[in-house]
């Protein structure tokens, strides 16, 4: 079974840049049957897709939030990284690592990380 694990601080002041670790188990990072997402949910929100990478490590973001975001992957570590810079109170989300299959549909969730932003 595939498990999913989210790392990372729990608070980020304003302006900081994000940055969150989602170690997989149970599949390798580059199995053809998944992508690997980040999706996040901001308190009183629904869930917002981010990005994510695929098998052959391409990546794909959300056009809101591409100009500040980065997804990236160690092979070795089989694990996933997000970075969120210019980061603002509206960010405050939790924060989910989630494998997506071909279909679209999404598999495994992580628990989620609780990202707060404040000064």
């Known amino acids: 079974q595939v498990q999913l694990q989210e790392s990372g601080p729990g608070l980020v002041k304003p302006s900081q840049t994000l940055s969150l670790i989602c170690t997989i188990s149970?599949?390798?990072?580059?199995?053809?049957?998944?992508?690997w997402s980040w999706i996040r949910q901001p308190p009183g929100k629904g869930l917002e897709w981010m990005g994510n990478i695929g098998s052959t490590g391409s990546v794909y973001y959300s056009p809101s939030l591409q100009s500040r975001t980065s997804i990236s992957r160690d092979t070795t570590k089989n694990q996933l990284t997000l970075q969120l810079s210019s980061m603002t109170p509206q960010d405050t989300a939790v924060y989910y690592c989630v494998s997506q299959r071909l279909t679209g549909d999404y598999d495994y969730w992580g628990q989620g990380t609780q990202v707060t932003v404040s000064s």
């Open positions: 149970g599949a390798s990072i580059t199995t053809n049957n998944y992508a």
